[in-house]
């Protein structure tokens, strides 16, 4: 008689894929930064840079929680591995930007402000909810407008915590990505050692990007939400990034030295975050077909690894 057993259903696209727990800390970097994080004077580029660095603590924690909460659904021994490196990178991630914050905070950003929004702090919330509801009275946002009211309503169910997650995976896979190719982005970090840490970040968001997606594909996440958690997640980051930004920049005393805030605006026009090929990259997610890793980045974080963990130069003249 022979026992036969029943082979693990492949749960992961690519069982091949590992990336490390790096263990790396850039908290003599993050001591040692002044307030001119962004070259030439970039008012909007240094309190973007702010913002979205305020966004990352909380909202990996919220990632890690959604991942989280449908491991014992994995049964991909291969998925399994990437969710746990997945966790590893995200929890380094949170506790560099966590430090970092505190530190742009010193320096008169909005990043323990941005901090407190994910948070819901009561403090700064009002403001917003007040923008908020002025632009949901209108067009494709109105239906937000009574959920807005009752912020305890925007908890979302597990699985689409889980779609929202996978959809800003592809926005800091696309951000990273974009960060490593282009030198004109590169250029607007004035400090090299703050710009390694960044790099450091987009490496490892390129590295990880698919695990979110997979595991919402192997629990059963259908093309609809997927789709509706993307035009969420879209609509959340442009309005907190984006007001944090502005209002940081208008608060700035740089920003009415020597124009540095209408060259700022006028710098936006060559920004690659705001360029066709991003938009268009970003966009790719919609496409019934789409899968993170159809977007190759395997050579683009060869490239810059060997800088990252410490023995290699640079690449790339930028
Ligand atoms: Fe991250
Ligand atoms: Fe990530």
Known sequence: ??????????????????????????????????????????????????ALSGLFPDGEEIFIEAVRHHRDQISDPDLLRQVNAFIGQEVT?????????????ELGYRSKLVEATLA???????????????????????????????????????????????????????????????????RRFADEGFFRMWAWHAIEECEHKAVAFDVYKAVG???EMRRRAMRLATLALA??????TVVGALGDRRSYRNFNLVRSVWRLRSNPLLSKEFRTRLADYN????????????????????????????????
């Open 1 to 50: 008689m022979s026992t036969t057993t029943e082979p693990v259903p492949r749960q992961t696209s690519d069982p091949d894929r590992t990336f490390p727990v790096r263990r790396i800390s850039f908290a003599s970097v993050i001591e040692g930064l002044d307030q001119d994080v962004a070259a030439d004077d970039d008012v909007l580029m240094a309190h973007l840079v702010a």
């Open 93 to 105: 991630h949170g506790r560099e930007h966590r430090l970092l914050n505190e530190r742009l905070a």
């Open 120 to 186: 819901n702090d009561a403090a700064i919330t009002p403001a917003m909810r007040r923008i908020l509801k002025v632009i949901t009275r209108f067009g494709p946002l109105s239906d937000l407008r009574d959920r807005i009211e009752e912020a305890d309503s925007l908890e979302p169910e597990p699985i689409m915590a889980l779609a929202l997650t996978a959809a800003l995976e592809h926005y800091t896979a696309t951000m990273a990505e974009t960060l490593l190719r282009e030198p004109e982005l590169q």
């Open 221 to 223: 996440g259908d093309e």
């Open 239 to 244: 309005f907190i990034a984006g007001y944090h």
């Open 287 to 318: 496409r019934p077909d789409f899968h993170p890793l159809q977007h190759d980045t395997t050579e683009l974080e060869d490239t810059w690894r060997g800088w990252i963990e410490g023995d290699g130069v640079r690449p790339s003249a930028a």
